[in-house]
DNA sequence: TCGCAAAGGATAATAATTATTAAATGCTTC
DNA sequence: GAAGCATTTAATAATTATTATCCTTTGCGA
């Protein structure tokens, strides 16, 4: 039981300047409960349990209420499209989380990957793959103007 | 002038046991002289200058042909679809390619990413994020059967 | 050259996401 | 607590990304 009280998902929304919602409450306390990274559509499979009216639509409305407020995050930035990577060999990426450019970083620029404590028993390693999330210089230039035009 | 001669490309196919036909040959063009990590829609476009009556598809099919014979690769492994991650401190994730499941693991149990060089100019660093990529045990252990069986 | 498996083209189908719009609801003010 | 207005929701259409289908064409070994 993870649930979160009416009062508390209240404040959340308030502290956030988001409307209290029946919907919101519901979606927010199903993402809370899910394990692992949920998609809309897993989201909107148990959402609908309690609340059979309602719309997928809704669903994704209300993660991105959440992520553009903070609340939650996303993994990729970059998951619209399948992007070939031409380099077959190990490396690593500087991301721009604002137009989404993707930029190669040599493996030999970055200090090897050292863990702490070991995986779970039984995790095959491939490789490591350091992504350096940011903001691109074109992008931080503009960043007064209109934050979301995408060059890529 | 980045272009590869048609022996070269017969060879390359020859080696990975692939048929060699024009379009492929226009589309591997086409993905060596793009720069950055480009979408099969960009590839589409770029491609059909030269072949104006190839088709979307027989590009889609191109790329997943270089990409199974290992010839390019991949940025994102589960670029499929938006995936939220309630886990909004900083932290990195442990990635099967296989079933594409997506673990967290705490930033303490990594040494912090250290740089050889710095990076491109103005680039503003928010945050570093591993991916581990591998194979997980619940994969690795039905490798022989189906391959392509998904478990989240 | 012949024959066939493999690949391409056109296009339909599916999956993921976003846009539209009218109705319902939350929030502020009285 | 009701009124009015802005925001949100539901239903559904539209877009975008990708895959499947099906028939035609082509590459390649015999
Ligand atoms: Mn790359
Ligand atoms: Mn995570
Ligand atoms: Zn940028
Ligand atoms: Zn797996």
Redesign the pocket.
């Known amino acids: 039981m993870t649930g979160v009280s009416i009062s508390q998902f209240?404040e959340l929304?308030q502290r956030h300047g988001?409307?209290?919602?029946?919907?919101?409450q519901v979606i927010f306390e199903a993402l809370t409960s899910m394990p692992g990274h949920p998609?809309?559509?897993e989201v909107f499979e148990r959402v609908r349990k309690k609340?059979p009216?309602?719309?997928?639509?809704?669903v994704?409305?209300?993660i991105?209420?959440f992520l553009d407020s903070g609340i939650f995050g996303e993994v990729s930035v970059h998951?619209?499209?399948?992007r070939v990577d031409r380099n077959i060999s190990p490396h690593h990426h500087l991301v721009c989380t604002r137009c989404k450019s993707i930029t190669d970083i040599e493996e030999s620029d970055v200090e090897p990957v050292q863990l702490r404590r070991s995986l779970p028993a039984g995790f095959q390693v491939h490789r490591y793959a350091v992504e350096i999330l940011g903001v691109c210089p074109r992008c931080s230039e503009q960043s007064q103007g209109n934050p979301d035009k995408q060059h890529y």
């Open positions: 209240r929304c988001l409307a209290v919602t029946h919907q919101r998609s809309p559509e609340v009216a309602i719309s997928l639509a809704t994704y409305k209300a991105h209420t998951h619209g499209s399948l």
